[in-house]
């Protein structure tokens, strides 16, 4: 549960710099990918009354079937929008010194400006991972009736049906 008065939430619109790279944790086998999204705001600068371009790059990060989703649906230059978290992490470097990096963690993306046939496949596989998600707090819950793992189990089943 979250403070009341503090939020951690970005939301980025910006292009792929390249195929997200999505590699498998060893310990639990869980699907971690990463890539970069590139935004572009205009700069105004009163005192020569010119504008220019700057260009910010953002790490992101995306877990477990939304991250399966980006490195089979998302490409170089799409444009996405992100949803996410923003997380701080240090590890150890290979000499020795202690690392350390700034980056989004997505929760939800959507593809813009996609063709008509990408967009079908990217609705059918999203519908896929909210109900998986959905499912997955179900079970997580404390309180939880046998109606409600019944109806989770069948709704799992219409799940894996779609994706066949």
């Known amino acids: 549960m979250r403070d009341l008065n503090s939020l951690n939430r970005v939301i980025l ?5 390249k195929k997200p790279e999505l590699r498998y944790l060893p310990k639990n086998n869980r699907a971690v990918a990463s890539f970069q999204v590139a935004t572009n705001e205009s700069v105004y600068y009163p005192d020569t009354k010119q504008t220019s371009q700057r260009t910010e790059f953002h790490r ?3 877990w ?5 989703f980006c490195q089979r649906y998302l490409d170089q230059g799409r444009q996405v929008l992100i949803e996410g978290k923003l ?3 240090s590890w150890a470097g290979r000499d020795g010194n202690k690392r350390y990096t700034t980056e989004v963690e997505a929760q939800m993306l959507f593809c813009l400006a996609a063709g008509q046939q990408l967009l079908k496949k990217c609705r059918l596989v999203w519908r896929q991972l909210i109900i998986h998600r959905l499912i997955s707090r179900i ?8 109606s409600r793992r019944r109806v989770a189990l069948e709704a799992k089943g219409k799940m894996i049906f779609l994706s066949s």
């Not at 619109?13 to 710099?17: A, P």
């Not at 477990?64 to 399966?68: I, M, R, S, T, V």
């Not at 079970?139 to 046998?146: A, D, I, L, Y």
């Open 13 to 17: 619109v910006g292009n792929l710099v």
């Open 60 to 62: 992101i990060v995306a």
């Open 64 to 68: 477990g079937k939304l991250a399966e």
């Open 87 to 89: 997380r701080n992490r």
């Open 139 to 146: 079970f997580q819950s404390q309180q939880v009736t046998n």
